[in-house]
């Protein structure tokens, strides 16, 4: 027999939806994560390129959030600060297996310019691809598609806007291993979404 419909509008103003996580009502975790899962995981998935690690971050932020629910002092909104939280477990989860991740994004380097790139295939018609989802299908496969080092490194510069300097601080890189590994990651995802994108130009590199 299925359980009571929750109302998810009780809690559509974000101190009620604090308020109600901080006397550990259950309506108001169950608002909480329906709310804020997809964009925690999406963002795992971003930096991390496996679903099936991003499941595990995704987990792992909202544990860290409810121990942390009476801390939050509403400075920023909810999304923001769950965004950080995702943010910094994927970047740790990043750093214990760096050893491996270096090895094997060497090797994939060495390789680059003598192995044929693949391509996300045309669509029939990418107007309506675009405005269908398609275009931000490809470039989230294409993101996936990238060696973790480059992936994380295009994600912190592109997607949040983070200086050359922030980013070589958040990954522990000098700042001319950031630009190489952006520059490198602007070429591929180019090949990749080469069927969506016409005449792209390469942005100057001065933040």
Same mark, same amino acid.
């Given at each position: ?6 109302? +998810?509008?009780?809690?559509? #103003? ?6 109600? $996580? ?24 971003? *930096? *991390?390129?496996?679903? #099936? ?20 002092a509403g400075e920023s909104s909810m999304g923001t600060w769950l965004y950080r939280i995702v943010t910094n477990e994927a970047l740790m ?12 994004? +060497?090797?994939?380097? +060495?390789?680059? #310019? ?14 309506? !691809?675009? $405005? ?5 299908? !490809?470039?989230? !496969?294409? $993101?996936?598609?990238?060696? &973790?080092? $480059? ?16 980013? !070589?601080?958040? +990954? ?6 950031v630009k190489v590994r952006l520059h490198r990651a602007r070429q591929r995802l180019r090949a990749l979404l080469a069927a969506y994108v016409?005449?792209?130009? &390469?942005?100057? #590199?001065?933040?």
């Open positions: 027999m299925p359980g009571p419909v929750i109302d +998810l509008h009780v809690y559509d #103003d974000e101190m009620q939806l604090l308020h109600g $996580l901080r006397r550990r009502e259950a309506d108001a975790c169950t608002c909480f994560v329906k709310r804020y899962a997809p964009m925690v995981y999406g963002r795992a998935l971003r *930096l *991390l390129g496996d679903a #099936d690690e991003a499941e595990g971050v995704l987990q792992q932020t909202f544990i860290k959030a409810c121990e942390r629910f009476q801390d939050f989860r990043l750093r214990r297996r760096r050893p491996q991740v270096e090895i094997d994004s +060497l090797a994939e380097t +060495l390789d680059a #310019d003598q192995s044929p790139q693949p391509t996300v295939a045309r669509p029939p018609d990418p107007a309506s !691809a675009a $405005l269908g989802g398609e275009l931000r299908t !490809a470039i989230d !496969a294409a $993101l996936a598609a990238l060696p &973790e080092t $480059l992936r994380v490194v295009f994600v912190l510069r592109e997607i949040d806007g983070l200086s050359t300097e922030e980013t !070589a601080r958040q +990954l522990g890189l000098g700042e001319s291993a016409d005449d792209a130009t &390469e942005p100057t #590199d001065e933040r």
